[in-house]
């Protein structure tokens, strides 16, 4: 969870302008400590939004099998990368939409431009 924490505390990803249903989990910066609920805007509590899979697909352009079949090209392109040996699926999936979306590559500490 450490990890996906440090991928998700992105301005790309906390920027976007959620609604206040935020959905996920919010992390409020002390270990351990996440909460779950709606009603919170993320920028203004400086809380770190923790995206849920289905958010993350809900960002991405196309039917389901577009998007997944996508994914999965990207996949095999980029099996090279260190971190996917030992990633989530949810970690896998941000790593992907911060590819499509903005040409960004997980470096198992910060995000750069491909």
């Known amino acids: 969870m450490d990890n996906y924490i440090k991928m998700c505390n992105c301005l790309e990803i906390q920027s976007r302008g959620w609604p206040l249903d935020v959905r996920g989990n919010l992390y409020t910066g002390q270990k351990g400590d996440?909460?779950?609920?709606?009603?919170?805007?993320?920028?203004?509590?400086?809380?770190?939004?923790?995206?849920?899979?289905?958010?993350?697909?809900?960002?991405?352009?196309?039917?389901?099998?577009?998007?997944l079949d996508r994914f999965f090209a990207w996949r095999e392109f980029d099996a090279s990368m260190k971190?996917?040996?030992?990633?989530?699926?949810?970690?896998?999936?941000?790593?992907?939409?911060?590819?499509?979306?903005?040409?960004?590559?997980?470096?198992?500490?910060?995000?750069r431009a491909e």
């Not at 909460?35 to 400086?46: K, L, R, W």
């Not at 989530?88 to 939409?97: G, N, P, Y």
Request: aromatic share 12%; proline share 5%.
């Open 34 to 67: 996440k909460i779950y609920h709606g009603g919170i805007d993320p920028i203004e509590t400086n809380h770190i939004w923790l995206p849920r899979q289905e958010d993350l697909q809900a960002m991405m352009e196309g039917s389901p099998f577009e998007i």
């Open 83 to 111: 971190f996917v040996k030992k990633a989530t699926i949810t970690e896998l999936w941000l790593a992907f939409v911060m590819h499509e979306l903005h040409r960004l590559k997980w470096t198992s500490t910060e995000w």
